[in-house]
Each structure stands twice: as C-alpha cells, then as structure tokens.
C-alpha cells in the first residue's frame, strides 16, 4: 500500500520484523521515512518461508535463485545532492510521452518501472525515446504479485522481463513489485531473475493538492533529501496530473537547491551503503 510521502508495512507486504520472523536475514539499513534509509541485504537460507498465499519453498534445488541474494533499497546515503524521479504503470500514449517531452526538455534522467503488457501494447510511444532512461521491471499486469504463488510470480516477471527485453535491447535489472508489496514469491521470483528490489521514500501526493500543480512541487522540493528516489506514475487517474503538470516546476526547484537528477541505477553506484554482516 502507498501512503502519504512513504511505503506502509503491511498491508500484504512484509515489514522488517516480518522478514525476520520468516526466515530471511536482512541487515543494512534500519529506517524507512524520507530520505533517511538505506539498503537492505535479504539472503535466502534454504528453508520454507510461512504464510499466506505467497507461502514457497526456497532454494529447494529445483530452481536457479541467481546469486541467492537480494537488496531491498528505499534510498541510498550520500552525501552528494542526488535524487532519482521514478514513474511507475507505463507506457500509456495519454501522459507517458508528456513526462518524456518534460525530461527532455529538461535533459532530467529518470526510471521507468514498465508493466509488460502495456510495453506490448503501447512500445511505438516509448521506443527511440529512451536514450538515457533506464526501465525496470513492474510486473505483466501490475497483479499484487505476494498474492500469487511462487511459479506465477516468476511466469509474471518473466514475461514482461521479455517484453521490456525486446523493446530496449538491455534486460531490466530493478524491480518494484506492484504496490510496493514484499512476499516469498516475490522475493524468490525476484532472486531467480537476479534483481534488485527497488521501492521509494518519497511519493508524490496528488490528492493533497488539487489543481495546484505549483504547490504540490513545491511540497517535494522541500520534502527531498540526498539520496531520495521519488515514485510518481506516468499513468492512472486524472488527480496524477497535478504532479505531472508541476513536473517543471519541481525540477527546477530541486536543481535550484543543488540537486543532480540521476538514474535509480546510478543513485545507487553513487551511494554510501552499509557494509552486509553475518
């Protein structure tokens, strides 16, 4: 569930203390509000993990878990004025081409986690319109993916894995599961296609400011700290204009505070993470 300027635990989702309790070792960092956390290191150890629909067995030797690691990244520690716009549920022909016609306009970088049916349905908005952009994986149909068990997960990620494949030419190496929701067969899925689990600690608020483009960026230049990944969406309902119309707005106001837009990718080479202990 996303609330407010950060991502609920719960809600279907796992918390820390969740990850914990089913079996997955999760050291790093240890906040989740804006622009204060960093990363996670989640590894599988061989053994079931509990509850719910998402309920797998990891690691049972049947399937390739890739590394057999995971990072679970809100934000990332620096010290250097970096901040990484991320727009999810894209390409759409309606808005998706405004946010690139702003970025360009503003020679901004961003992330564009693509669900793999509408980048099959849609690929003519987008291609030859990502040079500089990067593109992570948001699931086939933006389905919450910790209610699905572990061999949908993957045949879901997969598929649009392919699709996002096809359309730039470099397969996707993040992944923010729909909703920001956290499951075994996420987590599994997500291990198997060797991805990094890519959330958000500062979302845009449409709903706070109602046909006020300029207010609403206004709240986020003041609310981003270094290191914040920003999460708005290029498709949806109307009210996410508002953010979208002020998108100007918002970055120049960023930059006029001294900020570097970048990649979620290169936020993270960039960044100062904690060091994974036993």
Do not use: C
């Not at 004025?81 to 998706?96: I, S």
């Not at 020679?107 to 849609?122: I, K, S």
């Not at 598929?159 to 096809?166: P, Q």
């Not at 991805?195 to 500062?202: D, G, I, P």
Request: aromatic letters at 6%; charged letters at 20%.
């Amino acid at each position: 569930m996303k609330r407010g300027g950060q991502m609920a635990e719960g809600a279907r989702g796992w918390g820390r203390r969740d990850l914990l309790r089913r079996g997955l070792l999760v050291v790093g960092g240890v906040g989740i509000g804006a622009g204060t956390s960093e990363a996670w290191w989640i590894t599988h150890r061989r053994m079931p993990i509990a509850g719910g629909p998402a309920s797998t067995t990891l690691g049972s030797g049947q399937q390739d878990v890739g590394s057999g690691a995971l990072e679970v990244v809100w934000s990332v520690r620096t010290n250097q004025r970096l901040v990484a716009l991320t727009f999810d549920d894209g390409p759409a022909p309606q808005w998706t081409p405004m946010v690139l016609d702003t970025l360009a306009q503003h020679r901004v970088p961003a992330t564009f986690f693509m669900v793999g049916a509408q980048v099959r349905r849609h690929a003519d908005v987008v291609r030859d319109r990502l040079a500089g952009h990067e593109v992570g994986n948001h699931s086939w149909e933006h389905r919450d993916l910790a209610e699905l068990d572990a061999a949908e997960a993957y045949d879901d990620l997969r598929r649009s894995h392919d699709a996002i494949t096809d359309l730039t030419g470099v397969p996707p190496a993040l992944l923010r599961p729909p909703y920001g929701h956290l499951g075994g067969a996420v987590l599994h899925a997500a291990a198997r296609l060797d991805y990094r689990l890519v959330l958000w600690s500062l979302q845009m608020v449409e709903r706070q400011f109602p046909d006020d483009p300029a207010g609403h960026a206004q709240r986020m230049v003041n609310e981003v700290r270094p290191g914040t990944i920003v999460l708005g969406h290029d498709v949806g309902a109307r009210r996410r204009l508002v953010a979208l119309r002020g998108l100007t707005d918002m970055i120049n106001g960023l930059r006029s505070r001294g900020y570097t837009f970048v990649t979620v990718s290169a936020l993270l080479g960039a960044g100062v993470a904690a060091t994974p202990t036993r």
